[in-house]
């Protein structure tokens, strides 16, 4: 009789502390539905708004008037996270219940936003030597610095849309100053971001010189650092990248947004928010351009595993600028990232499988790391 082999354990973390979080739950609850259950053995870990984890006792996923379906969040127990254990291996105790313990083989992050995509986790999961997917803490905390990405960027000679990075003491000793040289280098309209949130949270476009104060108020209210971009006439071009030493692109795809941009709420809360043009309609050779700016990027910035590399096209003179890459890009079921894969042939699921395994590669290059120098 053959014996059956152990299925791995996987642990989908999700919610967060961020504007994301609710983002998170609808893309956990997508992931949660195409793991292969032949294969894992899959426990859903919530994190709460306030940074408490909570294992969850079953994966129950239940409507939602916003993003059709979430991954519930029960708050039960009180759970500590130990990774002494067993080498390796995630271990999480209730400490109101003894005889109740999880133990995660790979950590599979369905977080966006701050404290999960940052490199805050990737950190932590670093230090316990866990597995995980997604990439590591160098590639996930310069994808989400747009400020420091640009600059990386423009370095590795990929364009970048001009804009001005400034932190909160700055606006408020010199914001009269700051909003002139500002509207003097780029013109109106700009967009106003925080430097660190994704999902085009705290976002807001400028089209008169009088509304730009209250947008950088708005902005800050999301991050400690904001970015003034000059507005483009532009079409939204996608990427999807995967891999680590040797990733590969997919192709094109393009945002059409119903809304004046491609705002929160046209991503996630209005159905008719955008449409998705797969494969987008892009003259071959530019399209080739494209995706190896994708790739080139991709390294530059240091990720792995995976990641979403959105473009502007301008509409006027074909030129493409590299806007932004997103290291945990949204995993809903009508999400760009997978959306992409499966138009390049790789379904849903066996996309999750070769993150997984990814996870694991890469894991096992990071064991045959020396840390005592004194061994020969």
Not at 193 to 201: A, F, L, R, Y
Not at 206 to 223: H, I, N, P, T
Not at 296 to 302: C, E, H, N, W
Request: charged residues 25%.
């Amino acid at each position: 009789m053959q014996r059956q082999t152990a299925k791995t354990k996987i642990g989908i973390l999700y919610g967060g502390r961020s504007g994301e979080h609710n983002v998170s739950l609808c893309s956990a609850a997508s992931v949660v539905s195409a793991l292969d259950r032949n294969k894992y053995d899959v426990t859903a870990i919530g994190i709460d708004r306030d940074g408490r984890w909570y294992v969850q006792d079953k994966s129950q996923i239940i409507p939602d008037k916003d993003f059709g379906k979430i991954l519930a969040m029960k708050k039960r127990g009180k759970w500590l996270v130990n990774h002494f254990e067993q080498k390796n291996k995630l271990h999480l105790y209730n400490i109101e219940n003894r005889g109740e313990e999880v133990v995660i083989d790979i950590v599979f992050p369905v977080l966006h936003g701050t404290f999960g995509e940052d490199g805050t986790l990737q950190g932590l999961l670093e230090l316990a030597m866990v597995p995980y997917v997604g990439a590591d803490v160098t590639g996930s905390a310069i994808g989400m610095d747009k400020d420091v990405a640009k600059r990386l960027l423009h370095e590795a000679g990929i364009p970048v849309v001009p804009s001005v990075t400034l932190n909160k003491q700055q606006w408020q000793n010199n914001s009269g100053h700051i909003m002139q040289a500002a509207l003097d280098k780029l013109g109106l309209p700009v967009f106003v971001k925080p430097v660190c949130t994704g999902s085009s949270v705290g976002v807001k476009k400028v089209k008169e010189k009088g509304e730009l104060s209250a947008a950088v108020d708005f902005a800050f209210q999301f991050d400690t650092r904001i970015m003034i971009e000059k507005g483009i006439e532009c079409r939204e071009i996608e990427c999807a990248v995967l891999g680590n030493e040797n990733p590969v692109a997919s192709i094109l795809g393009e945002v059409i947004p119903s809304h004046e941009f491609y705002s929160y709420e046209a991503k996630y809360i209005d159905p008719q928010g955008a449409a998705l043009k797969i494969p987008a309609e892009i003259e071959p050779s530019l399209a080739d351009s494209i995706r190896k700016a994708a790739v080139r990027g991709y390294v530059a910035l240091g990720c792995s595993s995976m990641a979403r590399v959105d473009f502007f096209l301008d509409k006027k003179t074909n030129e493409f600028y590299l806007n932004e890459i997103n290291t945990l890009p949204g995993f809903t079921s009508i999400s760009m990232y997978p959306k992409l894969w499966e138009a390049s042939g790789i379904k849903y699921s066996d996309l999750l499988d070769k993150l997984i395994q990814l996870a694991v590669d890469r894991h096992k290059k990071k064991l045959e790391i020396k840390t005592d120098c004194t061994e020969v």
